[in-house]
Structures are given as structure tokens and as C-alpha cells.
């Protein structure tokens, strides 16, 4: 996934995205445990351990669903668009089974939305104007099927005017958008080029590792030759 991303955020902003994901996830999860220990008075809440860095491989994904969200997985058949809400899904799902779950499943839930919010609201991009990513290909109910997101939207809108009611503002006020709709240059175009830069680049690795799996396949041919 990292090799994915990097090329087209830059290493600078690659490395500030694991520090700030994975810097909010624990800020959450930790959040998360104090208050549960408040409300039900069990101490396993305070002792229990919670590590490692599966908070930010789910927000990888979500840079890859904000990237290619089209690009169709061969070996699963699916869209890479739904690859977050099916890592959540399998581990909620597995929770149910296995106790030793809780040590991860918040890290994961958090992790992703972490990485949602900093990509759909503060991650600097130098080819624009503004932060963020507020195309509608990359809300908060894409996350989910078709027939949840009327139930999703409103719930959304609240914490989207919430955390991006003074920023559109501003934006609006410095002649970005009028009457509602983006300028050339902004918003969906912008995504547009974001995510043609994702396939080229998901396409120039699939290439490089097929032609070092033909390399490595002609070596033995080879090998056999001269030895004959």
C-alpha cells in the first residue's frame, strides 16, 4: 500500500499521515478505555493491552479508496472503493467469535476514521487551493451500501458543518465556487487528476512486478542451457 501512496503524496506528506493517524487512533483508543471504565467500573478496561499499527494499515486503505476507488481487485473481484468498510465489517464480525478481538477493533475502527478525516479535511495538497478532499465521491456514506446512505447523509452533514462550516466559508468568500458550484480547476477535477495518477501508478507497479516475475521465470531456462 505504501508504495501506492507515496509516489503520489510525497514522502513528507506519506510520513506525516502515519504520524498523525496513528497519533489520533491511540489518542482515541486510550479516550475510548478511560471512559468505558467510567460507565461500567471494570478495571480490565485500564489494564487491557492495546498496540500496534493496524490503525494506520486501515488508513491506508482509505487513501486507497480515496485514490483509485474504481481500480477492481483481480484476485477479489471487488472495487477498491470498498475495501475499508469490508475490513471493518470482517472484523466486527469476527469479534463476535473471538474475545481477544477487543485488543485490535478499536485501533481498526479508529484508524480509518482518522485517516478519513485527515484526508476529507486537512491533508495540504500544492497542486490546490484548498485542504482536503470534499468531492462527493469521497463522503462519509460512501462508506456503506446504496440503500443506508439517505439514513447516513443527514447524520454525516452535522459533523460535516461542524468541522468544515469556516472553512467553506472562507472558500466561498475568496471566489473559489459560485452558487454553489466549483470553478475550473477545483474540486472535481482535481480528484479526477488525483486518481488517474493512482491508476498510472498501480499500473506501472503491476507492470514492473510482471516483468520481474518473467526475469526471475528465464533465469533457470537459462541456467539449464548451459549446463546441457
Known sequence: MGKLLEPIWGSKEFLKFIFIVNFLTSVCVFTTAI???????????LYMPLSGFHGVLA????????????????LLKIKAKWLPSLML????????????SATYLPTLIFGAYMGW??????????EAKHRGD???????????????????D????????MLCGKSEASTNAQGYTVGGAPLIGSDPIEASRRRERGARALEERLAAERLAAGKN????????????
Open 117 to 126: 478525516i485527515y484526508l476529507r479535511y486537512f491533508q495540504r495538497k500544492p
Open 154 to 161: 443527514p447524520i454525516a452533514s452535522m459533523f460535516h458543518r
Open 59 to 74: 488508513g491506508f486503505l482509505v487513501g486507497i479508496k480515496q485514490i483509485v476507488p474504481d481500480q477492481e481487485l483481480s
Open 89 to 100: 465489517l470482517i472484523s466486527i464480525a469476527i469479534s463476535f467469535f473471538t474475545p481477544d
Open 35 to 45: 471512559a468505558l471504565y467510567y460507565i461500567t467500573r471494570e478495571e480490565n478496561y
Open 217 to 228: 521465470s528465464e533465469e533457470p531456462q537459462i541456467d539449464e542451457s548451459d549446463n546441457v
Open 134 to 152: 470534499p468531492s462527493e465521491d469521497f463522503a462519509f456514506s460512501t462508506f456503506f451500501p446504496e440503500f443506508l446512505r439517505p439514513i447516513i
